[in-house]
């Protein structure tokens, strides 16, 4: 007889099933939501490992990010990390990915599971709002009470347990910048018996009844219950101010017509509601907080009465950036210094243990001297990124924000546009992106038209060229230098309010409303992510040097050896060796100048020449307007192969003896300057035409850009140049 087979009895857990109740493949999805700057970021980070980026401002996040992370079991869970909101109500694009995720609306995510909402402990009271909106979604909610550390610093303790009784959800307390609490919370996460709270704020009558019918029309085929239609129904209602039809679909008219009556036969509901939400939350703050010392003036605040002062504040604005651009300077030169050594070493090398011929030249004059050019401003990039961390990590970048703010608003640009602008400073292509934040859809497009002006990274290493070039050896001190290149930072600054006030004016005319922008407390800066962010940012910019630069440098090289002239220069029998160098340099230079590179170059002469270019430099202008870094990358090639590969200079060398036909120096101050202002100006950048296609969704407002760019660079080389010359400059 066959053995009983042992039945489960429907109590007993289900063995091939982990403590959360699902099986080894499924996996459930938690969305991280809360207020801007609340930490959400950081928390994702540590729950997942990943390494997305963080900083003390609100608005950093502006996509959704999703993650895996672990159980104590093993078990994976997925979490997606959203962009901060101060409440459900949708102003601006950041703002709707939220409520939409929430509310399992979007298509590419489906509706989660459970809830993880994030609360800056330091600032309850806000955060709060958020919190109970979200609560009363009616999805499984776990509160993460975080930055514990900043409100013990400040004297506030928070009751967790009684927070969880009258919210109905767990709370867990958390400092996720130093991982305290994240294992908590993780085992919170994995609970098989997370439940959604009962919490709501009572609705009258006649708003329970439009719910009621309007949440069945809403219902769309992946909600997994009624629940989240109905909470659908109550935000479209309450949010009636900002009402997108398209954003109800078929309800949309049902919708309108409750708030007619609603607004008929309860005047006032919808501000009675948000006094009611503010209520219940003051009765929650006296019944859980506890604040010692609560009269003490904030250390922030103290901060902030010098480093906000109409006249201390700008002064120590100036003060940090001529530090910044300084030490950029002075601090990078003995690693420059060492790597441009490797290079020329590892060229020296190659060239003497190749063959000569072809292959040779594209190794030595192609790649190392193309690739190596750039690379030797990784410490220059590296330095510039760790103090723009350290001042985001701070909280000083959204005080620099708020002292040009005044500025800002004059050139009718929204404050909102500040941190798209600012993050500009590293790559337009994350600038532009930022510009989610801003809720009016021309203000949008204005800054996103004018960020590209802000000096990115890429046009460190053409600066530093020819910064250096502008000094005959030895001569210049670095204080010289690093006011020359806060010069064309204050360019690209200026110019950027300055076309976002022509085009407010006269393209894109519209109201701008002002700034409401929180203003972060001020954080020790956290090293690790401050290291990290460096890491990244050196992967970057060698992956950069690895993959674009170093194929271009070789399509250059080509460009520049091909097609081959069969011209061979005389020589007198017995050629001492001065007249071989002297043949061999000539016959280099006639070959590029009839290859495809010298001849485009030297077709662009009628458009460049007024600027004080040459052919050679045209070439690396042209070239450059695929990244701007390729301009040092090709002007390398371009010398390197022009010595008919007789040895490898460094750039600056090369840049330095340059002469025209009459002789004179090539690159002149004038010259340099030039060519400084039109990369000022030019948008040389593919990735950021592409964001802008991606964003604008139009290829016109793509190429309208790009063509106002170069017409604006164009001009201002020109002026540099011609003006320069009439004062007698050379
Ligand atoms: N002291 C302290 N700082 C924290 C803590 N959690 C985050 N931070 C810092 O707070 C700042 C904001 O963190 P983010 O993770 O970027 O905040 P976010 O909520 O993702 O912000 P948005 O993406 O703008 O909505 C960063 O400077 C973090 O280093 C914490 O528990 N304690
Ligand atoms: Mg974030």
Known sequence: MAAPTPTLSPQDPDPTKGPDGLGATESRLFALVGNPNSGKTTLFNALTGLRQKVGNYPGVTVERKEGICYSQHGHPMRIVDLPGSYS???????????????????????PPDGVVCVIDASNLERNLYLATQVIEIGLPTILVLNMSDVAERRGIRVDVDKLSDRLGVPVIRCAAASGKGVTELKLAMSRADLKPSSYRLPMPELMQEAVKDIAPVLKRGARPHQGLARAEARLLLADIDHFDPSDAGPAATRIQLWVQRLDRELPGWRSERITQRYARIGDLMR????????????????????????????????????????????????????????????????????????LRGLVVDGIIAGVGGVVIFLPQILLLFFFIALLESTGYMARAAFILDKLMNKVGLHGRSFIPLLSSYACAVPGIMATR????????????????????????????VLIAALFPEGAGTALQR????????????????????????????????????????????????????????????LRRAGTVIFALSIVLWFGMNYPKTD??????????????????????????????????????????????????????????????????????????????????????????????????????PLTCLSIMVFFVYALQCLSTVAVVKRETQSWKWAGFQVAYMFVVAWTGGFLVYQVGHLFGFQ
């Open 88 to 110: 459900l109500s949708v102003r601006s694009p950041d703002e709707q990915i939220m409520r939409d995720v929430l509310l399992g609306r979007r298509q590419d995510v489906p």
């Open 287 to 358: 019944e859980t907080v506890h604040r010692f010392n609560p009269n003490r003036p904030s250390k922030t605040d103290m901060l902030d009465r010098v480093l906000l002062h109409p006249v201390a504040g700008i002064l120590v604005l100036s003060v940090v950036l001529t530090v910044l651009f300084y030490s950029v300077f002075q601090l990078a030169v003995p690693f420059m210094d060492a790597i441009d050594g490797t290079v020329t070493a590892v060229g020296d090398w190659a060239a003497s243990v190749m063959p000569a011929g072809p």
């Open 437 to 464: 934040t801003i809720e009016s859809p021309k203000d949008r497009l204005v800054t996103i038209l004018v960020a590209p002006f802000m000096t990115c990274s890429a046009r460190l290493p053409v600066y530093l």
């Open 482 to 541: 690093a006011l020359i290149m806060f010069g064309l930072y204050a360019l690209g600054t200026v110019s950027a309010l300055l076309f976002a006030l022509i085009f407010k004016k006269f393209l894109l005319k519209g109201h701008t409303p002002s700034l409401v922008m929180e203003l972060p407390s001020y954080k020790w800066p956290q090293w690790g992510q401050i290291a990290r962010e460096m890491f990244d940012r050196a992967v970057i910019f």
């Open 567 to 668: 011209y061979e220069a005389e020589l007198p029998p017995n050629p001492t060796e001065e007249q071989v160098a002297d043949a061999n340099a000539h016959e280099a230079q006639l070959h590029l100048a009839n290859s495809f590179a010298g001849r485009m170059g030297h077709a662009l002469t009628p458009i460049f020449e007024p600027l004080g270019y040459d052919w050679k430099i045209n070439i690396g202008i042209i070239a450059s307007f695929a990244a701007r870094e390729v301009f040092v990358s090709t002007m390398a090639i371009v010398y390197n192969v022009e010595d008919g590969g007789e040895d490898t200079d460094s750039l600056l060398d090369n840049l330095r003896s340059q002469t025209r036909a009459d002789g004179s120096p090539v690159f002149t």
